[in-house]
């Protein structure tokens, strides 16, 4: 009873009495797969647990053949061999000669139930998601103040627009109660009324993710006035917040990407709008002065100047065609009088005097055209083309000329 | 504070209809200066409204008004 024994010595009581355990020396457990490490020197150290429990395991890597997977956090697994202790650390775990695949982990199937149970009730409605405003000027973040996440969002929002307000409100993102401090942080913030509200943090295993699989985040986010954008960081698995979420980011990078506008751009957009609006304007004016310059046209039409002026054209007009007419129809009667000037020499007596012919008249110049107008006895002048010939008729006789 | 703000989507949205307006419908002369100064009023408030001034990220303080 006085007795006082060393640690070691305990240790190592302990040890044999696991070693003479039937139980303890071989045996399968079922489980699930956290904590898991391939350490360099080929063991594995991992964790195996359920709901209210966990049991440390190792396997040496001169027993790796009895791995027929590559063992990850989240799996379901029967583990095989002996619990003995590791006196160094007065612990007793699992020496694993064995691992067996079980299928997904109950955790899994959990999540599944519950996804399953908060899609019944609507949380995840597409009906129900807030569009993200394009043009933020508050981002509320809900994340771990010390962490990969919160250091990529304040790096790209800085690069987009530094003069957007960001607001952290710390939040433990894993481990025990993480979910209740986010939630807490969310309502926090919506709160605050900012513009949007970013819910996330880095990557990590299935089980560092967990908090993200909660319902009272999923019904916080739900429940938040203000969108809500998810950026749990692992790009493939989707958690429970992400489907509550009003848009789901691969990363918290991303996140910061969708909720942050670029500033350049929307400078770019308002410098277009400026130039747009000066542009229609100017044009405004230039349809204006068009349609004026047109009126004014229009009215000298009709002024009486105008008219007069119309009027004096037209009549200069008709003057030319008049005078034009009276020049051609004075041309015309110019070659009609020579015509008739020629019409008139065919038919001149002295024409005929060349020819042959001669006029006759009697003492008194009366023209004798008929044997009735002289007689025998009385003399004619014959007029011809060069002079006169006094004659004396000397007979008459007549001649039916059948005219 | 005691006027609603009007958002930068809401005022760029105006601002395109002003400018719908200006560019299809026949407005007059007048109309259309009033639209414009308008116009350059929302653009103003848009420039305005970016506020260039580099914010520093708040952190709030754990337990702090906590409404929870």
């Known amino acids: ?403 | 504070m005691a006027k609603k703000e009007k958002t930068l989507e809401a005022a760029m949205e105006e601002l395109n209809q002003i400018l719908a307006r200006l560019e299809t419908d026949p407005v007059s002369l007048e109309d259309s200066f009033r639209l414009y100064q308008e116009g350059m009023k929302l653009l103003k408030y848009c420039n305005d409204s970016i506020d260039k001034v580099e914010k520093k990220l708040i952190i709030l303080e754990e337990g702090n008004g906590d409404g929870v």
């Open chain 1, 1 to 403: 009873m006085t007795e006082v024994y060393s640690v070691s010595q305990v240790n190592t009581y302990i040890k044999n009495l696991f070693a003479h355990d039937s139980l303890l020396g071989y045996l399968s457990v079922r489980g699930e797969v956290s904590g898991c490490k391939y350490h360099t020197s080929g063991h594995i150290y991992f964790t195996l647990k359920d709901a209210s429990g966990q049991l440390g395991c190792v396997m040496f890597a001169s027993l790796r053949r009895g791995l027929a997977f590559r063992l990850a956090d989240g799996l379901s697994v029967v583990v095989r061999g002996r619990i003995s202790i590791y006196e160094r650390d007065g612990r007793y775990q699992l020496y694993a000669n064995e691992i067996l695949r079980e299928g997904t982990g109950d955790l899994y199937a959990q999540f599944l139930r519950l996804k399953e149970r908060l899609a019944a009730e609507g949380l995840f409605d597409t009906g129900h998601k807030k569009p993200i405003p394009a043009y933020p000027k508050t981002v509320g973040i809900v994340t771990a103040a010390a962490g990969a996440a919160i250091h990529d969002i304040l790096t790209v929002s800085a690069r987009r627009n530094p003069y957007v307000q960001l607001i952290l409100c710390p939040a433990q993102v894993q481990g025990e109660g993480a979910a209740v401090t986010i939630a807490r942080g969310i309502r926090r913030l919506a709160a605050m009324n900012p513009d949007v509200i970013i819910v996330g943090r880095g990557g990590g295993s299935a089980e560092d993710l967990w908090a993200f699989n909660e319902e009272i985040v999923a019904r916080v986010i739900y429940e938040c006035p203000v969108p809500v954008i998810s950026a749990v960081g692992h790009e493939t698995d989707f958690t429970i917040a992400d489907f509550a979420a009003d848009l789901r980011a691969p990363t918290p990078s991303a996140a910061a990407e969708l909720a942050v506008n670029e500033v350049s751009l929307l400078e770019g957009t308002l410098a277009d709008l400026h130039a747009a609006l000066l542009k229609s304007m100017r044009q405004k004016i230039a349809d204006c002065r068009g349609r004026l310059n047109g009126l004014s046209v229009q009215i000298r039409y009709t002024s009486p100047s105008y008219q007069l002026q119309q009027q004096r054209l037209r009549l200069a007009d008709l003057q030319t065609r008049l005078s034009m007419l009276f020049r051609q129809r004075l041309v015309l009667s110019r070659k009609e009088t020579a015509l008739l000037a020629e019409r008139m020499k065919a038919v001149s007596p002295l024409e005929r005097l060349t020819s042959g012919y001669s006029y006759l008249a009697d003492e008194e110049g009366h023209m004798v055209n008929s044997i009735e107008k002289t007689g025998p006895g009385r003399q004619i002048i014959a007029s011809v083309t060069d002079g006169e010939i006094t004659a004396e008729v000397k007979s008459v006789r007549k001649i039916n000329r059948n005219r």
